[in-house]
């Protein structure tokens, strides 16, 4: 598929901090991308760099045609960006700063900056200054959302967001999926990337440590499975490809690594299997296990990242 | 804290004394206060100190014998401009020349640095959302302004022991006086931070605040001009200049204005103590609400510049023309009262001109292009303070290139001098022609003020160069170089430096005793070009602030 964006070894440092340290990054044509990390993993490094307001310390990155800190000014009139922390000018509204962004911006649709303001139920006529936290968010969301773009830049964008809007923000993301776009969407919600994300990369210490689909990330790791049979179970410790086994009279709990969970299923089914859930590894516990390696301060060594 | 332990049920019953939790976390406050504005606190206790040092030094070398004292004293009270500042001269000893030249200046200094100080720390700190997050703790009623008060008098006290000692130690004037000297402008400077105190409590954002409280140190500092001698008693430089600490010294006079500290403390007590978060007697005149659209000319970076800061600009502009008509009427009105004294003459001399009211329109006209500097340099500081409070990035995030984004900010900062001068030109020439009917002072006011262009500009052009290159330096460079060039204007004026030194600082070319020439603005209209141009390429090279 075409690569929307794409970024190869990049080094950013700031003073004595390796903010990026060889980051390696694909998004392609029509996909929502999750980019996800805690904070100060590198994820509004990576962004600001795409942007062309950080220039690159080493390696190579890739904007739609162009390159990133050359061409800016023409890259910026096919995308739209959120920051992730929103200041406002005090003395604008809410309304004269989303013309402003979107005048800026070039393409802006106002019919859809008012539909917007009206599914956000966003009050365009207060000053930024009395704005909380997620009505400021809401004012560069809408700003953003009006705008044509085929490319949109999400840092953080639902922070402050209360559910009712979140829902909103998902909604709106998905019929831009529908229509086309493409979006890279910095998160760590890992609950809204799981509902909306094609694809996720997963940062960590400025490099990305693991990319891929739900499913193929998924394929890494291991399935949970909790049993209750009608006896007790014998010698399971044994089965190949078994871990975390825990028996509890005829409960049965363990993980089962890919491709033997047909092997375990058919040795506990020797017990008589009375009643069985397996769930594949949930986002949160593919992210922790990236951030709770012992000594996980150092660099994950490249052999954890994407081999199988 | 009451020693006697009381039962809880007594104690919810209430017996309503002093509530010592309306203090709660003082020190800790205190400290905080200290620990964040340390090196504000060391320049401002640095400027009070150095003040009279200054004085005592240049006037000493001025007026090294009793004879040209004692001409001094006759040019001053010649002086009407001088008279209604700082009154007459008390006596002729170089110690009573020094307090009575620094007393204003003293007075300014300190009051103002209270003020701002009082205010940064409450009105501030509560517009921005700090109060609140530092409410919520273990924090009394009263704590925050009673803080502020005691760190404000403990940095006063420096200044006085300080300044003392240095009159005394450094000048060697009599130990007594000085330090009476260093009181008095101590507790006015206690007395400058309770006012801020009260302005923040009452007025409902900070810029309201501190434009009040400056307001009313104007008042109490400057009333001569409007004030006559026999109602001077009433005002903080009408106190002083009962003081006379080395002749005839009034010991009780700090009393005064801590009594007045006394009563501002209280008043800001009862408003903090019963208003809401956010809330303020005064509101703020701009409001909460607004335009639900932008209007047709926000559509761009210039357009933003304007709707943010074009108000500041016609409020300035409005105030210098008013000023400027009220100079200029007034100095021609000096004509008639002065024009025959000896020391006038002498003026006239040095600065070429026929009439007592000519000299002294050019000599306001100066000032007054000097004070543009400032407005100048505050918008061109203006993209440094956007980047850095992260509203540079989203706009740069669209179409807008850098060059745009910064030719919009600083277009705007150029053109307020160009609309400024001409005002303070315009204003001048109307009042100077309406008062003696000579209607061709206008035009060359006009361009006498339009001159000085190039010298604001070229203050501009270092701040942008700096914020291209240095962002962080940008702001303490900027004003480095304007405080700078005024400084040479003093050793000037002083014969300390000479006319080719003097000449290289913008401040040069413009003033009253320099025979202007076509040369030097040109030259400084290209230097500002080629800063503009350093600070944009710099600028379009760099990273972004994070």
Redesign the interface.
Known sequence: MESVISATGLVKT?GRTRALDGLDLRVAAGEIHGYLGPNGAGKT?TL?VL?????ADAGEARLLDGDPWRD???L??R?A?V?G?V???D???G???????G????AFDTRRRDELIDRFQLD????A??YSKGNRQKV?LIAALASEAELL?LDEPSSGLDPLMEAEFRDCLAERRAQGTTILLSSHILAEVEALCDRVSIVRAGRVVETGTLAELRHLTWTSITARLERPPEGLAAVAGLHDLEVRGTSVSCRAETGHVGEVLHRLGAYGLQDLTAQPATLEELFLRHYRQPGNDAPVSSGTAGTP | MSGRPTPRPAAASGIRAVNPDALAGTGTLVRFIVRRDRLLIAAWTAVAVALPLFNAYSLTALLPTHDTRALFAEATAANPLTAALLGPLPDTSIEGIVVWRSGVQSLIVVGLAALLFAIRHTRADE?AGRRELMAGGAVGRHTLVTAVVIVAAAVNLAVAVLVAAALALGAGYALGGSLLFGLTVAACGTMFAAGGLVAAQLAQSAALARSGAVALLVAGVLPGIAVPDDKMWIFPAGWLRVLRPYAGAQWWLPLVPLAVTAALVLAAYAVSARRDLGAGLLPDR??????????RR????G??AW??HGGQVVTWALTLTTMSVAVGWVSASFDARFGSLDAARELLGRLGHETMGDALLTIFTYVFCLVVACPTVMSALRPYAEES???A??????????IRWLSGHVAFGLAAPAVLLPAIGLGTGLGYGLATGRAEAILAQTGTALLFAPATWTFAGVAIAVYGLRPRLAVPAAWASVLISAGCVALWEARTIGRTAFLLTPFGYGHPEVSPEVAAPVAYALLAALLLAVGGAAFARR??L?
């Open positions: 700031f490094t600001r942007l062309g307001l950080l220039r800016a000014v023409r910026h009139r995308l960006y920051p922390d200041t406002l000018w003395d604008l509204t309304g004269e700063t989303i013309d402003l962004l005048r800026l911006h070039g365009p006529g207060k000053k200054r009395v560069v830049l | 517009d701009g409001g909460s609400t607004g335009p639900v659209r932008a209007g926000l559509g761009s970076v357009g933003l709707r943010l409070r992260g509203r990035a989203p706009l740069l995030a669209s179409p807008t290139g850098r990273d972004l994070t």
